[in-house]
């Protein structure tokens, strides 16, 4: 059989490892701020209902939370909360002087308008980057809290291949948590962007053409393995689950957008599913609510 870049420990992008090293930064930054400024980062998050996939999720963000030495705030609210109590929290959170950050758990119950609670948390406070203040500044090259997902992948480019100028990319996936947003920071990156979606024509070609491809689509492998141009970087943003026959009846596996083990003989480097882009999502969180607590004091995050 022969050798695959997939079985090359240089080709795989280690997200745990890389997401480890963030949050020894984000630990190291909160102690610097504790001790030269007298302040205590405050992350509070938000969660509605029981979906056990969010109840997971936030549990690793509150414990991360604690960690890097962060004051953690956890409100959890019944799925039978009203839209005007859960906007009146936030409320709350907003006016809370020790609360740099807060996140609301998506998804919200279908009785609830998401857009609506975004839109109430204070701009500066939006460690996710989804209020529509935030997307604006930065669709416009302006300061704001950026996405914590597409943030993560940029991280993870630029540590892989230092500089991006005049690199060919291309998004395939147009959300406006992950692909609009992602877009955006590689145009400030200066790379040559597309933004393709399942209604592309010939995405095969376009993908083909492309040295950095970041697959945010949501479809499970919906990125073919010999769409890779040889020598590519591939970000994998996608986390599908499918039957895993294999292991068992009933069993399943998760797998990305991109077709990872024919793709792996392209790419330079890809990002395997999971322990890729995942782990990145929370250590970017944090170093959010770090930025945030800067900036709501006047303080240059660099300097820390």
């Not at 839209?83 to 998506?106: M, Y």
């Not at 940029?154 to 892989?160: G, N, V, Y």
């Not at 970000?235 to 793709?263: C, M, Q, S, W, Y």
Request: hydrophobic fraction near 45%; charged fraction near 20%.
């Amino acid at each position: 059989m022969p050798t695959t870049t997939a079985t090359k420990p240089e080709n795989i992008i280690d997200g745990k490892a890389f997401a480890a090293t963030v949050r020894q930064g984000v630990a190291k930054d909160v102690a610097s701020l504790r001790s030269h400024h007298g302040i205590t980062p405050g992350l509070a998050v938000v969660i509605v209902g029981e979906d056990p996939a969010s109840q997971v999720y936030v549990r690793n963000k509150v414990k991360q939370t604690a960690e890097v030495g962060m004051y953690s705030v956890h409100h959890e609210l019944p799925d039978t909360v009203t839209q005007a109590e859960l906007v009146e929290k936030v409320r709350e959170l907003n006016a809370d002087p020790a609360v740099n950050g807060i996140l609301v758990q998506l998804p919200l119950p279908a009785h609830i308008d998401e857009a609506a609670v975004i839109e109430t948390i204070a701009p500066e406070k939006d460690v996710d980057g989804f209020h529509v203040v935030n997307s604006g500044l930065l669709a416009t090259g302006g300061e704001g809290m950026v996405p914590c997902t597409p943030l993560g992948c940029l991280m993870m480019l630029k540590d892989r291949l230092v500089d991006l100028s005049g690199l060919k990319a291309i998004v395939v996936g147009r959300s406006n948590i992950v692909g609009k947003p992602m877009a955006q920071l590689l145009l400030d990156a200066n790379c040559t962007v597309t933004i393709a979606h399942s209604r592309t024509r010939d995405l095969a070609a376009e993908v083909r053409a492309a040295d950095i491809v970041v697959a945010a689509v949501g479809r499970a492998e919906m990125v073919k393995g010999d769409w890779i141009k040889d020598g590519a970087t591939v970000i994998d943003v996608g986390i599908n689950r499918v039957p895993a026959p294999e292991r068992g009846e009933g069993k399943t596996r998760l797998v990305g957008d991109v077709e990872f083990g024919a793709a792996a003989e392209h790419a330079d480097a890809i990002t395997p599913v999971p322990g890729g882009v995942g782990p990145m999502t929370i250590a970017v969180l944090l170093k959010n609510a770090v930025t945030a607590t800067c900036r709501q004091n006047g303080i240059d995050p660099d300097t820390l």
